[in-house]
């Protein structure tokens, strides 16, 4: 009778231990198909532009004469992964060198006093490049398509003194 009792007793240990072996290994099973990552990527927008060629030498100018660089002159690389707006303005209200010449926002000569103009490659010279605020050379320019453009310099009706002077037209794109 104890060796009866000593088996089943035995038995029930057994039965316990791999009912807990089972609930162990039940825990501790890798499970295929339970998970899975999805991969999330981005690239920031970005505004990249650059202009060739990077000046313009008027050279020697005769007083109330319209000097231009010729239609499609310069070529401004736009590097953008989105849409922008274009402008140009003049960097310096003067023209340094020697007695500055001032720079017209009316592109109206006058003593001492010149202007820049320019166009989108159309050869009308109808957008004034001022130095107070820019305006548009293109406006919702698509990322990546680069354009030609061309300037034209309004000499002064009178000069100061005959020392070379410079300035600048800077282009700028912004986010519509």
Request: include cysteine; glycine fraction near 8%; hydrophobic fraction near 40%.
């Amino acid at each position: 009778m104890k060796k009866g009792i000593l088996t089943i007793a035995l038995v029930i240990g057994l039965a316990v231990i791999m009912s807990l072996c089972g609930v162990l290994l039940q825990s501790n099973e890798v499970k295929a198909g339970t998970q899975e990552d999805v991969t999330i990527t981005f690239t920031p927008a970005y505004l990249d532009i650059s202009n060739t060629p990077s000046s313009w030498d008027v050279g020697t100018v005769n007083t109330s004469t319209n000097y231009t660089t010729g239609q499609g002159y310069f070529t401004c690389t736009n590097s953008s992964s989105v849409a922008g707006n274009l402008t140009i303005s003049a960097v310096n209200a003067t023209w340094l060198g020697g007695s500055a010449s001032t720079h017209s926002d009316t592109a109206t000569a006058g003593a001492n006093t010149v202007g820049l103009t320019s166009s989108n490659n159309t050869g009308a010279y109808d957008i004034i490049v001022k130095n107070t605020s820019p305006n548009h050379l293109y406006e919702d320019l698509g990322a990546g398509i680069d354009v030609d453009w061309e300037l034209k310099f309004v000499s002064a009706t009178s000069w100061v003194d005959a020392v070379e002077k410079s300035n600048a037209a800077r282009l700028t794109i912004s986010r519509p």
